[in-house]
């Protein structure tokens, strides 16, 4: 079956690197992707990663993939307050034409001043 | 505003009330999905559109929700009879490729 899993809280000091960590099962996800969600609002796609690469870096985010071990993370550099928000992971499913996703419970991260 | 937009933003009824979302994806996007998302956890997957075509249905949704996309372009869901394990948010995504999401609608059943 399906199942995305990530640790629930992360706190960091503001200049710091964070480094948010996802496990999931299926190895058959083509995509592998990063969501912010602030308070009250919807989901902010922030990076994707396909399932070939292991690597991919975008100016502050850092995404890793082990797909040996089923193992994602985003590393954002020089956090700010403003990156304080519930991050989710999410592994895309290819289902005949549909992509659907499967979350993880998101990962708060909170930025200390 | 080229985001995808749904409306209302929140709503309130009363367990046994019938409610209807909609949502307007991005205008050039033909795949439209729609997720609920509880409190405290991640969105799950409840039914996607190819276009006007209803192509998947997750087992989450029960007979007393129906989505429908007649043009093409804007979606709407509807829920009859509430329930109070109905109140959660409901997000919609619009692709060609990435899903963006909307804003949602979070809906109480009192």
């Known amino acids: 079956g399906e199942d995305v899993e990530q640790s629930l809280f992360l706190s960091v000091r503001e200049g710091d690197s964070s480094v948010i960590n996802c496990t999931y099962t299926?190895?058959?996800?083509?995509?592998l992707y990063w969501y912010k969600q602030e308070p009250g609002a919807g989901l902010q796609l922030l990076t994707y990663?396909?399932?070939?690469?292991d690597m991919k870096q975008d100016q502050r985010l850092t995404v890793l993939l082990n797909k040996k071990d089923k193992h994602l993370s985003l590393r954002i550099a020089d956090t700010q307050t403003g990156d304080s928000a519930i991050y989710f992971c999410a592994e895309s499913i290819s289902s005949g034409s549909a992509r659907q996703l499967t979350f993880g419970s998101g990962t708060q991260l909170t930025v200390l001043p | 505003d080229t985001g995808v937009s749904q409306n209302p933003r929140h709503k309130i009824t009363k367990r046994g009330q019938n409610v209807t979302f909609r949502c307007d994806p991005i205008s050039e996007h033909n795949r439209l999905y729609w997720y609920r998302q509880t409190l405290g956890q991640g969105p799950e997957f409840l039914t996607y559109?190819?276009?006007?075509?209803?192509?998947?249905k997750s087992r989450l949704l029960s007979d007393r929700f129906s989505a429908e996309r007649p043009k093409g372009s804007f979606s709407t869901l509807e829920i009859q009879r509430t329930e109070q394990g109905d109140s959660a948010m409901y997000l919609c995504a619009s692709s060609l490729d990435e899903q963006y999401f909307g804003p949602g609608t979070r809906l109480t059943v009192t």
């Open positions: 990663i396909f399932s070939n690469m």
């Open positions: 299926d190895s058959s996800s083509t995509y």
């Open positions: 559109f190819q276009n006007e075509a209803q192509l998947e």
